[in-house]
């Protein structure tokens, strides 16, 4: 059998997500997987956590939840984050500390579709790094904000492949504790800054289809019909009434492999119309944008 070490962070507002996500990968692996998923949470709830282990009607699988309190990350909650941002996005940053035992660990944020078998992902080498990263959507910016250098590169942090071996042997989270320290006046996007500033030149470059990020029609990473992984960055969340982020109905069918109680047609067809409303009120100009016609073309080919 191989073994495959994965873990998400969330709050109880946040389990239904991890369990959609935790679907999709049970729904995509192969018989000669064993799954052990690592839940660093703060307040899921005993209904929550019991929905989450009913998974295992799709397929067996491991499963430890690592109960922390918010205020173990005091150090790090001062750092400036958007809105759509739960605290426990912050919870990452001690995984090598809480998941012991375990070399090697593919950190996924809730909001994200796996499409595909994740073996191959797992067994990328990242022996002499620190974690493996797809580059985030806006990654030229974002790092030049920062402050990386040319040959350095910023990462989405919502798909992560960790090495916690050497995290532990470089002392990550004290690491990261100083860097936040010195760089405060420069972060924005929370963890993932963090991240990409104390850690640049030592993260490995994953395939972007590991981490096809959409935030609406005409921003995304990849245009195309085929992920790997499928991440809904931004605020307009597919389970959001009046969402415009595409490829949203993913969430929905693997929804329904869950206990958790899946929107009528009415509701999708309300959702839709006013998601629509919304896009065009704050993108009038959407069909001038490149992505646009990137994401049609998509859409037509399929592919």
């Given at each position: 059998?191989?073994?495959?070490?994965?873990?998400?962070?969330?709050?109880?507002?946040?389990?239904?997500?991890?369990?959609v996500?935790?679907?999709?990968?049970?729904?995509?692996?192969?018989?000669?997987?064993?799954?052990?998923?690592?839940?660093?949470?703060?307040?899921?709830?005993?209904?929550?956590?019991?929905?989450?282990?009913?998974?295992?009607?799709?397929k067996?699988?491991?499963?430890?939840?690592?109960?922390?309190?918010?205020?173990?990350f005091?150090?790090?909650?001062?750092?400036?984050?958007?809105?759509?941002?739960?605290?426990?996005?912050?919870?990452?940053?001690?995984?090598?500390?809480?998941?012991?035992?375990?070399?090697?660990?593919?950190?996924?944020?809730?909001?994200?579709?796996?499409?595909?078998?994740?073996?191959?992902?797992?067994?990328?080498?990242?022996?002499?790094?620190i974690?493996?990263?797809?580059?985030?959507?806006?990654?030229?910016?974002?790092?030049k904000?920062?402050?990386?250098?040319?040959n350095?590169?910023?990462?989405?942090?919502?798909?992560?492949?960790?090495?916690?071996?050497?995290?532990?042997?470089?002392?990550?989270?004290?690491?990261?504790i100083?860097?936040?320290?010195?760089?405060?006046?420069?972060?924005?996007?929370?963890?993932?800054?963090?991240?990409?500033?104390?850690?640049?030149?030592?993260?490995l470059?994953?395939?972007?289809?590991?981490n096809?990020?959409?935030?609406?029609?005409?921003?995304?990473?990849d245009?195309?019909?085929?992920?790997?992984?499928?991440?809904y960055?931004?605020?307009?969340?597919?389970?959001?009434s009046?969402?415009?982020i595409?490829?949203?109905?993913?969430?929905?069918?693997?929804?329904?492999?869950?206990?958790?109680?899946?929107?009528?047609?009415?509701w999708?067809?309300?959702?839709?119309?006013?998601?629509?409303?919304?896009?065009?009120?704050?993108?009038?100009?959407?069909?001038?944008?490149?992505?646009?016609?990137?994401?049609?073309?998509g859409?037509?080919?399929?592919?």
């Open positions: 059998m191989k073994n495959i070490n994965i873990c998400y962070t969330c709050d109880n507002n946040y389990a239904v997500y991890t369990g996500s935790i679907a999709s990968i049970l729904k995509n692996s192969k018989e000669d997987e064993s799954l052990h998923f690592f839940i660093i949470e703060s307040c899921i709830s005993d209904e929550n956590k019991q929905k989450i282990l009913n998974l295992k009607k799709i067996n699988f491991e499963i430890t939840f690592i109960r922390v309190d918010e205020s173990e005091k150090e790090f909650t001062c750092i400036k984050t958007t809105n759509y941002l739960p605290a426990a996005s912050f919870y990452r940053l001690k995984i090598p500390a809480l998941v012991r035992n375990v070399d090697k660990i593919l950190y996924l944020d809730p909001d994200t579709i796996v499409n595909k078998s994740l073996a191959d992902l797992y067994d990328t080498d990242i022996e002499n790094y974690m493996g990263g797809v580059f985030d959507i806006g990654y030229k910016k974002l790092g904000r920062i402050g990386l250098k040319g350095e590169f910023y990462i989405n942090s919502g798909v992560l492949l960790i090495n916690l071996k050497k995290c532990r042997e470089e002392n990550f989270e004290e690491k990261l100083q860097c936040a320290k010195e760089n405060m006046d420069i972060f924005i996007l929370g963890d993932q800054d963090l991240i990409n500033k104390c850690y640049a030149g030592q993260i470059h994953l395939s972007g289809k590991w096809v990020q959409v935030v609406n029609l005409c921003s995304r990473s245009y195309s019909q085929n992920f790997n992984i499928l991440h960055t931004g605020g307009a969340k597919p389970w959001k009046g969402s415009y595409p490829l949203k109905k993913y969430y929905f069918e693997y929804l329904k492999y869950t206990d958790w109680e899946s929107p009528d047609k009415l999708h067809l309300k959702s839709n119309i006013k998601g629509a409303f919304l896009y065009l009120k704050h993108r009038p100009l959407f069909m001038f944008r490149p992505g646009f016609y990137k994401s049609l073309i859409m037509i080919l399929k592919k």
